[in-house]
Structure formats: structure tokens, C-alpha cells
């Protein structure tokens, strides 16, 4: 549940970068951090994990697959949770955590999935790191993130 906050959070803070930057860039200055990001989480990860090359080569389409299908899960709960609950009926509420139920459910299904496929590719030891390094990656960009100014202090309240 704490990553699936953070993850939110993450997104949502790298979304809201300010409005002026990405328009003078024209969105160029957010694609090319948010590669950057991207390039330093595969970094981190690889060396957390200790992948091999011929490891790395299986792993990587394999968790890109797996991180889509979470993503896209991610998106669909988000969408679900209305900003305020005061004009639905009580059984739109009950529906919506439901539905809200349901696609963790789907989460948690995905992650056991691809814990069995992941260790077709790589050792249980490095699985376990993978998540722990998750975690910590996710939890060092919230840090860097709250740092600058104007950003809010997005990893309060956040730890394991």
C-alpha cells in the first residue's frame, strides 16, 4: 500500500512540474527528465540487483512489461477516486471501493505473476532486492523531489 502511495505521489509530483517551464520547453525539459529518471531507476536497479548482462538482457523487456501492466492498474484506481464524496449516494461509495477493491486485487495478482516469471530470469535473492530497491529508489527521488524549491515535502509521513 506504501508503494502504491509513493508511486502516486511520485507520478503526480513529476507531473506538476510548473506550467511555465514546460511551456516555454514545450514539454521537451519534462521528457528529457523524465528519461533521465528512467535511465537512473534501470542504473540503480541493475546494480542493486547485481544483473548480469545475458540477466539484464531477459530481465529488462520482462519488468518493463510488468511495470506497464502496473501502471496501467495504478491509472484505472486513481481515476476511481472521486475528489469529494459528499454528492455521491452511499451505494456509489460503496461501488466505487469495490471496483477500488477489485483492482488492487488485480495488483497484488500481477505481482505474484511476475514474481514466478521473474524468477525464470533471475534468482529468488535477486527478486527480494528487486524489491527492496524499488523502494529505496522511489524513496530516494521523493526526497530530491521535496528538496527543491517550491515542492512540497511529498516523502513526510511516507516511511517503511
Known sequence: MKYLLRS???????AALPASEAAAQGGLRRQERLSQLENARIAYLTEQV???????????????EFTAKRRELNRRLRQLRPVNTDGLSDQQIRDGLAQSFALRQQEITLEKEYFERFQ??????QVGRLALAERQFTKEVLKRVAGRPGMPAAADGLDD
Open 8 to 14: 502516486a505521489l511520485l507520478l503526480w509530483l513529476l
Open 50 to 64: 547485481a544483473l548480469t548482462p545475458e540477466q539484464a538482457q531477459k530481465f529488462w523487456p520482462l519488468y518493463n
Open 120 to 125: 525464470r530470469v533471475i534468482s529468488v535473492r
